[in-house]
């Protein structure tokens, strides 16, 4: 079993940036896909970017250019930098684990350990 935990979100202005964190526990990280979604409030979730074990790499159109996925196998850290925020990136932003897989999974379901996500509000 993996234990994920979020840390880095807040209130940020229109056009600020914020860093995500995910650390992972229990096994090892390496190996697994990793993903982050954001749910906003009425809405379904959504992946925003997500990275498989040998580097490849997804961003859900309305991030692209804008966000960043990083991992850092020596501290079992998964990173999303997220750059010229706007009102529309609020949301509940959740880490997710997933097998490993050449192809980066791009639904939920493909994801089977979750962290309880963090809070990120871009004003206007």
């Known amino acids: 079993q993996v234990q994920l935990v979020e840390s880095g979100g807040g209130l940020v202005q229109a056009g600020g940036s914020l860093r995500l964190s995910c650390t992972a526990s229990g096994r090892t990280f390496s190996r697994y896909t990793m993903g982050w979604f954001r749910q906003a409030p009425g809405k379904e979730r959504e992946l925003v970017a997500a990275?498989?074990?040998?580097?490849?790499?997804y961003y859900g159109n309305s991030v692209k250019g804008r966000f960043t996925i990083l991992r850092d196998f020596a501290k079992n850290t998964l990173y999303l930098q997220m750059n010229s925020l706007k009102p529309e990136d609020t949301a509940v932003y959740l880490c997710?684990?997933?097998?490993?897989?050449?192809?980066?999974?791009?639904?939920?379901?493909?994801?089977?350990?979750w962290g309880q996500g963090t809070q990120v509000t871009v004003s206007s």
């Open positions: 990275i498989n074990w040998i580097g490849n790499t």
């Open positions: 997710a684990a997933g097998d490993p897989r050449a192809v980066v999974a791009t639904t939920a379901s493909e994801y089977a350990h």
